[in-house]
Nanobody
Framework: QGRLTESGGGLVQAGGSLRLSCVASRPSSSTMSMAWFRQAPGQEREFVAV????????DYADSVKGRFTISKDNAANTVFLQMDTLKPSDTAVYYCAERRFGRSSYDFWGRGTQVTVSS
């Protein structure tokens, strides 16, 4: 099992909600930020949301602003993605990723969790 494990995916109707979780197997003082990405069939992986691990500042892709909320629980080494007002275009495999201080890219990735939104 890898360092990051996602859960919470599933099948939901358009307009519905899901909450994804990503647990890190152990804490790290080197964690700078945690992010969610997604990849739909036949498409490249795209950024969804990010949260800084210490300050809690957040950023979102334009396509999810106002509908998705990223949050964290440092004590539980967990990052969440609350997804509301889901659309069929949100259908994808969702991955969480960890970026560490001094690194320009995300070094740790989960295996992903499938989110399917039916119309």
């Amino acid at each position: 099992q890898g360092r990051l494990t996602e859960s919470g995916g599933g099948l939901v109707q358009a307009g519905g909600s899901l909450r994804l979780s990503c647990v890190a197997s152990r804490p790290s003082s080197s964690t700078m930020s945690m992010a969610w990405f997604r990849q739909a069939p036949g498409q490249e992986r795209e950024f969804v949301a990010v949260i800084s691990w210490n300050r809690g500042t957040t950023d979102y892709a334009d396509s999810v602003k106002g509908r998705f909320t990223i949050s964290k629980d440092n004590a539980a080494n967990t990052v969440f993605l609350q997804m509301d007002t889901l659309k069929p275009s949100d259908t994808a495999v969702y991955y969480c990723a960890e970026r560490r201080f001094g690194r320009s890219s995300y070094d740790f990735w989960g295996r992903g969790t499938q989110v399917t939104v039916s119309s």
